[in-house]
């Protein structure tokens, strides 16, 4: 079946130190790839996406390229801030089949940035 | 900036009760979500509503929970008969159709 797996928390960097977030998914087909985040007190918020292999998604900072030859979508930002702080999650909709918003999510890495 | 909004944020409930969770959607939104997040567990897949109906559903959206847009603003998760088992982290979402998907602040439903 469709599941995600995603490096477990917490992770505590220092302000300006490089993140990496592993995420790796289990599908058939091609999948759409997504990245959430979730800030304290908030919703989930998209992040970033892609939809296609070799597809690089990106949004403040952040970047995941969709890598199906090793079923990746790591989340890399070069210098994390303070205000990164938050849960991130990894994401995938199926390939065929299912409504669009199906989500099938990983089970989210806490991300702590201390100044 | 429009957001999606759940009442309440957090309800204690004795097993056995009813519960109605609330979310009111982004307005022009077209799509609708319920999603549970169990302590320490993965987000999961409930439900999705589009134009009226159920679209799909997972294993967990058994006989004992339903969904309902009674008036056109609202969406709600109703479960009949709580268990132990049901207390978690309920996320409402909605979106246009574009697949990007806006999700409110939660609703933490404790069952004792």
């Known amino acids: 079946g469709n599941s995600v797996t995603q490096m477990e928390g917490p992770v505590t960097l220092s302000e300006e130190a490089f993140l990496t977030i592993n995420c790796t998914y289990t599908?058939?087909?091609?999948?759409?790839l997504f990245w959430y985040v979730q800030y304290p007190g908030e919703g989930l918020q998209l992040l970033l996406k892609?939809?296609?292999?070799?597809d690089k998604g990106s949004n403040k900072g952040f970047e995941a390229t969709y890598r199906k030859e090793t079923t990746s979508f790591h989340l890399e930002k070069g210098s994390v801030q303070v205000s990164d702080s938050a849960v991130y999650f990894c994401?995938?909709?199926?390939?065929?089949?299912?409504?669009?918003?199906?989500?099938?999510f990983g089970k989210g890495t806490k991300l702590s940035v201390k100044p | 900036e429009p957001e999606v909004t759940q009442t309440p944020s957090h309800q204690v409930t004795q097993m056995g009760q009813e519960v109605i969770l609330r979310c009111v959607p982004i307005?022009?939104?077209?799509?609708f979500y319920w999603y549970r997040q169990i302590l320490g567990q993965k987000v999961e897949f409930l439900v999705s509503?589009?134009?009226?109906?159920?679209?799909?559903k997972s294993e967990i959206f058994d006989d004992q929970f339903s969904v309902e847009r009674p008036d056109g603003s609202n969406f709600t998760l109703k479960i009949r008969s709580t268990k132990l088992e049901d207390s978690a982290m309920y996320f409402c979402a909605s979106e246009m159709g574009s697949g990007e998907l806006f999700f409110g602040e939660g609703s933490r439903l404790t069952v004792l």
């Open positions: 892609a939809t296609k292999a070799d």
């Open positions: 307005s022009n939104h077209l799509y």
């Open positions: 509503f589009y134009n009226n109906e159920i679209s799909e």
């Open positions: 599908a058939t087909g091609y999948p759409s």
């Open positions: 994401a995938l909709t199926p390939a065929n089949g299912g409504s669009q918003g199906n989500l099938i």
